[in-house]
Nanobody, 125 residues
Framework: QIQLVESGGGLVQAGGSLRLSCAAS????????VTWFRQAPGKEREFVAG????????YYADSAKGRFTISLDNAKNTVYLHLNSLKPEDTAVYYC??????????????????WGQGTQVTVSS
């Protein structure tokens, strides 16, 4: 059983930055992909970024390219999402999710069986 615990959300002004963390518990993540999704009030959950644990290949949604960076720390079993140049429209609950896969082959939330509880990011204008 994999457990994911997010942290690092908060209230920030437009143009500011945050670093979200997703601490993962498992014997090994070498065959997993870990992703970040977000869900704003009244909207569907949307893919933000993903990383392949083995090799570190990354993939970003268009809305995240150039502003967000996903990274991982193998020693800490933690995946990070660095949020820069934040905009009010980035306000959402951010979730990390994982699935067993050697490639980032889907951005569909329902294909990910493991989820954290989410962390709120609020960007004020």
């Amino acid at each position: 059983q994999i457990q994911l615990v997010e942290s690092g959300g908060g209230l920030v002004q437009a143009g500011g930055s945050l670093r979200l963390s997703c601490a993962a518990s498992a014997r090994t993540f070498s065959s997993y992909v870990v992703t970040w999704f977000r869900q704003a009030p009244g909207k569907e959950r949307e893919f933000v970024a993903g990383i392949r644990w083995s090799g570190g290949t990354t993939y970003y949604a268009d809305s995240a390219k150039g502003r967000f960076t996903i990274s991982l720390d193998n020693a800490k079993n933690t995946v990070y999402l660095h949020l820069n140049s934040l905009k009010p429209e980035d306000t959402a609950v951010y979730y990390c999710a994982a699935r067993r896969s050697i490639v980032i082959d889907t951005t569909t939330a329902t294909r990910y069986p493991y989820w954290g509880q989410g962390t709120q990011v609020t960007v004020s204008s």
